[in-house]
Every structure is written in C-alpha cells, then in structure tokens.
C-alpha cells in the first residue's frame, strides 16, 4: 500500500511539473522538428517519468526536461545520419544580411531599414525560415540564441566537441541571415508590408 | 599590440562578430575586432544588426501549445 502511495505522489508530482512545463517543451521540439513535435515531446515525457526520481532540484525541472528531449533529439538525428547535409562553408562566407539590406534597400521609406525588415516577420515567418536550415544547423543556434544553453551545454547534450558546435554555430548563423532574406523574397512580405 | 598588427579587413571583423558578441573568441581577436570597430562605421551597423538578430531570436522563443496538443499531452502523462 505504501509502494502505491509513493508512486502516485511521484506521479502526480510529475504531472504537475509537466502541466508548466508542457508549452515550453512544445514550443522547443517545434523549433527543432518540422514534423513530428508531439512525437518528439511524448518520448521527452516517457524518459522523463522513468527518471524522474533522479531529479535533485525541483526548480530545475523544466531545464531537465529540456536536456532530456535534447537528447532525444539527437537520437533521432543519428537514427537518420544519412540525410544530414553538411553545407560548404566556402559559399556562406561572404553573405551579410546588413549589407544586401543597404544594397538592395527593399524597403525605401524606412528610417530604419534593418530593424524593420525584423519587424516585418511574425512568429510563423521565422518558424519557416529556422525550417530552412539543416538540422544540424538549426539545433545549436535554435539552442544558444533562442533556448539559452551555453556552447558547452550543447556540445556535452549533441555528443559533439565544442569545436564544432563552434563550426555549426557560426554556418548556422551565415544560413539563418541567407534564409531570411531568402524568405523575404519569396513571399513578397516587404511588399505586402508596404502595400498595407 | 601594434596597429598593423590588429588591421583586419571588414570581412574578417563581420565574420566574428557574433563570436565577438558571445565573447567567444581569444582576447587578441577581441582586441582586433574592437580596433577595427573603432574607426568602421560599417562594421558598427553590422554589429548593432547583429544584436537585433539575437533579440529578435530571443524573443521568438515563446512557450505556446494549441489546446487540443496540450489536452492529448496531458491525457498522455496520465495513462502512462
């Protein structure tokens, strides 16, 4: 009787932790994953639960569970090794997001330029664009930039040297500027901006 | 360190910019990049787009789940 009562008080605990913790779990398989977010955050909570005894700090529950579904997704990742694409780096260098802006100057009114061509994409604008660049990519600086682990925290949860999460940070950040602009082009959003 | 020895060209400060940034480079780079910001008027748009970038990654990061997600997720923890 003392065994059941243990395990429900651990259960209903975790519900607890999970009913908090559930958008931000979501929100970040979604920004790692194009399909198959649910999926990825139903196995992050399977894990979870198994573990759950391990969890020392209960303020840092929602953080652990986050590493957990990190992992998973590395898993994931591995399982599909041969679809990774590594992208040259010799074709990203020299792209710079300020300078095409200035160029190309798509918005010919604006005092401020840059700022809002930012302003002009939504929430589901740079969920697309994020899309566009490879998973190995998009993970570290979906991590860094939007989750805040450190470069370390991403190296030790992805199983990669610092090194090159350095290496894939930095392309990343090359093809994220390339996939706005990109985007913007694509789908007229400058225009449809100035058109009202 | 000299001036010479710290000129590099704009391509090679905005390449380390957001390294510069997450204070992720060697503390001579550093010092490069900070002598060439401190006469390119460019580099300094570059670097301040650069911030705006991250700001405007950062505050992408929204916690949001539609309901029918967050009911199956929640009916989910329950049955396990």
Known sequence: ?196 | MGKTAAAIPCSEAVRQLWDYLDQAIAPADQERVEYHLSFCRRCCGELEFAKEIRHFLASGASAEIPDDVRKRLARFVEEI
Request: charged fraction near 35%; avoid cysteine; glycine fraction near 6%.
């Open chain 1, 1 to 196: 009787m003392r065994e059941i009562d243990a395990r429900d008080r651990t259960k209903e605990a975790f519900q607890e932790l999970v009913r908090t913790e559930l958008p931000g779990l979501y929100s970040l398989a979604r920004r790692l994953v194009r399909d198959g977010a649910e999926d990825l955050v139903q196995e992050t909570l399977l894990q979870g639960y198994r573990a759950f005894g391990q969890l020392q700090d209960d303020g840092a529950g929602g953080r652990w569970l986050k590493t957990i579904l990190v992992n998973e997704f590395r898993d994931q990742l591995r399982k599909r090794a041969r679809s990774i694409e590594e992208v040259a780096a010799g074709d990203l260098e020299d792209f710079s997001l300020f300078r095409t802006l200035m160029d190309d100057d798509p918005l010919p009114y604006s005092d401020s330029l840059h700022t809002d061509f930012l302003d002009a994409f939504g929430r589901e604008d740079l969920r697309e664009v994020l899309m566009r660049i490879p998973e190995i990519y998009r993970a570290p600086l979906v991590l860094r930039y939007m989750d805040g682990f450190s470069t370390k925290e991403i190296a030790r949860l992805t199983d990669a040297p610092l090194g090159t999460i350095l290496a894939r940070l930095h392309r990343g950040r090359n093809l994220f500027e390339r996939a706005m602009w990109e985007y913007s082009e694509e789908t007229r959003m400058l225009m449809r901006d100035r058109d009202g």
